[in-house]
Each structure stands twice: as structure tokens, then as C-alpha cells.
């Protein structure tokens, strides 16, 4: 009697069997898909903070480039990082985040590591506004580092810096170094502009004049120094030449 | 609320103006985003709310703005009344009419701009100026304009929104 039954027991264990594993597949399955979205939740995530940890590392390279200059240069400044960019194609100008809050005043000059970036032309509060030096409302004292000539840098509605009033018998020549001359109260003398691309001079001209390449690349800035105090050039001369008088003939 | 609405909007679209303007440039030009926002305006609404969001995007753009505080302000209020104001003399504003007032006031708004910010250019950098930034500017932003006024006049066809213009004929 119990072979009768032993058959059937058989089959259904076997179904049974099959029936649960095939449970337990599909259980385990829905796990693993669920622990899967997980997973790729969690990939996304890291890849985020990755990508965030990556470009951190680069302001953080770029702010202590900054901070290197800062502390070698003649001059106090203040870092700043840029928060936004020009608002019309009629200005070449950056928004910085410091204002009048951290004492930031008009007419300060701006510039990085590398060299002049502009002057600040208004103050907010907690932000300002800096004219970059390809803009054409924009004009410093520089000169031609090698033959000392001056002139007055200034930038294009095109976005491009030109140097004009260079004397008409200056030596200036293409690949010649730009510096600031320091006559102005908002650069110190020999910070970098860039350098001479091009020399041009009509036949009915007074002066010469010249494309400037800036050593700065205006679109790709992230952090700026703010120049809030130098000693100027002329002060500077002034305080070598009295050194080297005596005591008596420097007294005021 | 919608006031507040219409606020957060001026805000968001000068904060986008200075941050996103980059990306949005083609071959250097830069839109202006204000300015397309301010005419759409116009064109959905009437000449108040185009003259009062103008009014104000332009002020919040002047604050980060090099130039001193009312050319935008006046500019764009300006382009919000007129772009509002056409609707009441065109029987039906489509896209192709959002391309050319749009492009007409952004040739205005370029030309006085333009005059303000370098009032001492003559001769072919003038000339530059207009043909190589102020032409491709506004064409851009009529395009722009037209492409955003489909889209919003879309969405407000797909959600029953009546034109308030077409309500009132």
C-alpha cells in the first residue's frame, strides 16, 4: 500500500522542491536586483564625491599658488574667488566675492599669480565688480620691461589689449615683455601684462602702438588677489636715493 | 504669490545670466538671458507686468553690471512695455513676429548699450562692434525668444491656459 504512495510523495517533493528552489531563485533575485540599485546609487554617489574631491583639489592647487604669490609679493592682497561673470557682451568683467565689508575699495587693481587681471570699478557689499584689462573702459601704466619705454595698456571692444603712446623711436619689438610702470596708485611697478604680438605704426602716426598677448587667461580665472596696499614705484626711488644720501642732506 | 513667483524669477534668470552665460555663448557671443525673459513676458502678458519685470530684472542686473545702475533698468523695462504693447497692434503674435520684435528691440537695446559703454567709438571698431556682436546678439536672441515663446505657449495650450491676450478678443 505505502508503494502507491511513495510515487505521487515522490513527484510532489520533486515539484515541491523545484517550486521552492525556483522561490528562493527568485527571492534571492529580487534581492540582489534591489541590492544592485543600491549599489549603483551608491556608485553614482562616490562618483559624485569624487568629482567633487577632484575639483576641490584643483581650486585648492589654484588658491595656493594664490596664497604662495600672496606671501612673496610686494604688495597686500587679499584672495578672492570669482562667483560670476560678465552679464553683457558690451563688458569684459568678473564678480568676485569680496566687497565693502572686507574693506575693498573702486580703483583697486586685481591680479593673479601670473600677472594684472583688471581694477575693480564697483563695490558691493559682499561682492565686486572688476573691468578686466581687455576691457576698452580699462587703461593702466605699463612698459617694455627690456627698453623701459611707456605707454598706456588698453583693451579692444574685440576682447584683445593694446599698448599705445609707445615712444616713436622705441626698439619695441614682437615678444617683448610687458610689465606694469607702477605711475598709477592701483599696480606696483613690473607686475606682468603680457607681451608684444604685434608692433604697428602708420606713416601719419605720432606714436607706436602694439598687440598685447595677455599672460592671463581671462576665461578660465577661478581666484583673483585683491591689491589693497603697495609701496609705489616713485616712493620706492625716492627712499633708495635718500638712503644713499648722507643723514643730513636726506632730512626733510 | 505671484509676485513673489515673478521675483524669484528675475533673481534666478540675472543669477544665471552671470554664471551659465558662458555656456550659453556661441562663438562668443554672449545672450542676454534678461532680455529674452523680459520680451517672452511681454508677449504672454501685457505691457505692465512686461514694463515691471523689466524694471526690475533690469535693476537686479545692474547691481552686477560695470555700468552705473538704470541703463538696464530703463533698457529692459523699456522692451518689456514695447514687447507687451505689440500685442494689442498685431492680431495674433506668433513665433516669426516674436523673431522680429524681439530682434528689433534687442537691436535697440544693443545700439544704446553699446553707446553708453564706449561713447567715444567711431570707425571700423564701431563698426566691428555692430556688425561682429550687436547683429549676431539680437539675432540670437530672437531666435531664442521664438524657440521659448513656442514652448511656453505650448505648455500653456497643454495645461488650458488661455492667452490673456486672446481672452480679451
Not at chain 1, 217 to 229: H, M, W
Not at chain 2, 6 to 35: E, F, H, K, R, W
Not at chain 2, 52 to 72: C, E, H, S, V
Not at chain 2, 151 to 157: D, M, V
Amino acid at each position: 500500500m505505502a508503494m502507491i504512495l511513495e510515487g505521487p510523495l515522490y513527484v510532489m517533493a520533486s515539484i515541491q522542491d523545484s517550486v521552492g528552489n525556483t522561490w528562493d531563485h527568485y527571492g534571492a533575485l529580487q534581492e540582489v536586483w534591489v541590492e544592485n540599485q543600491m549599489l549603483k546609487q551608491e556608485i553614482q554617489r562616490l562618483q559624485g564625491a569624487q568629482n567633487q574631491l577632484r575639483e576641490d583639489a584643483i581650486l585648492a592647487t589654484e588658491f595656493q599658488k594664490l596664497s604662495m604669490y600672496q606671501a612673496t609679493a610686494p604688495m597686500t592682497t587679499m584672495p578672492a574667488r570669482i562667483i560670476g561673470r560678465n552679464v553683457s557682451n558690451w563688458y569684459q568683467a568678473i564678480v568676485i566675492d569680496k566687497g565693502a565689508n572686507d574693506n575693498i575699495h573702486a580703483e583697486m587693481g586685481v591680479v593673479t599669480n601670473a600677472g594684472v587681471v583688471g581694477r575693480i570699478v564697483r563695490v558691493n557689499q559682499t561682492t565686486s565688480i572688476v573691468l578686466l584689462l581687455s576691457d576698452p573702459n580699462v587703461a593702466i601704466t605699463g612698459m617694455i620691461q627690456t627698453s623701459r619705454d611707456e605707454g598706456i595698456i588698453q583693451g579692444t571692444p574685440q576682447g584683445s589689449i593694446r599698448m599705445k603712446y609707445l615712444p616713436p623711436l622705441s626698439p619695441v619689438q614682437v615678444g617683448d615683455v610687458v610689465v606694469t610702470s607702477g605711475l598709477t596708485d592701483d599696480f606696483p611697478r613690473g607686475l606682468y601684462i603680457g607681451h608684444i604680438q604685434q608692433v604697428t605704426k602708420a606713416a601719419t602716426d605720432l606714436f607706436q602702438s602694439g598687440e598685447v598677448t595677455p599672460i592671463v587667461d581671462f576665461s578660465k580665472l577661478e581666484g583673483v588677489l585683491v591689491i589693497t596696499a603697495f609701496q609705489p614705484a616713485i616712493a620706492d626711488e625716492s627712499l633708495s636715493s635718500s638712503a644713499s644720501l648722507p643723514a643730513s642732506e636726506a632730512a626733510p | 504669490m505671484i509676485i513673489a513667483g515673478y521675483l524669484i524669477l528675475c533673481i534666478g534668470t540675472v543669477v544665471a545670466q552671470a554664471t551659465l552665460s558662458t555656456m550659453l555663448s556661441v562663438n562668443d557671443i554672449y545672450p542676454d538671458l534678461c532680455l529674452v525673459l523680459v520680451c517672452i513676458i511681454g508677449f504672454l502678458t501685457n505691457e505692465y507686468k512686461g514694463l515691471m519685470i523689466g524694471l526690475t530684472m533690469g535693476l537686479f542686473q545692474d547691481l552686477l553690471a560695470p555700468g552705473g545702475i538704470g541703463l538696464n533698468m530703463i533698457l529692459k523695462g523699456l522692451a518689456g512695455f514695447l514687447a507687451g504693447a505689440t500685442t494689442h497692434t498685431i492680431s495674433a503674435v506668433t513665433p516669426s513676429v516674436v523673431v522680429l520684435i524681439t530682434l528689433a528691440l534687442s537691436l535697440g537695446c544693443g545700439l544704446a548699450s553699446l553707446i553708453v559703454a564706449y561713447p567715444a567709438l567711431i570707425g571700423p571698431e564701431a563698426f566691428h562692434a555692430i556688425v561682429g556682436t550687436l547683429l549676431p546678439q539680437s539675432l540670437y536672441h530672437s531666435v531664442l525668444a521664438a524657440g521659448i515663446f513656442w514652448i511656453a505657449r505650448k505648455t500653456r495650450k497643454a495645461f488650458g491656459m488661455v492667452h490673456s491676450r486672446q481672452g480679451h478678443r
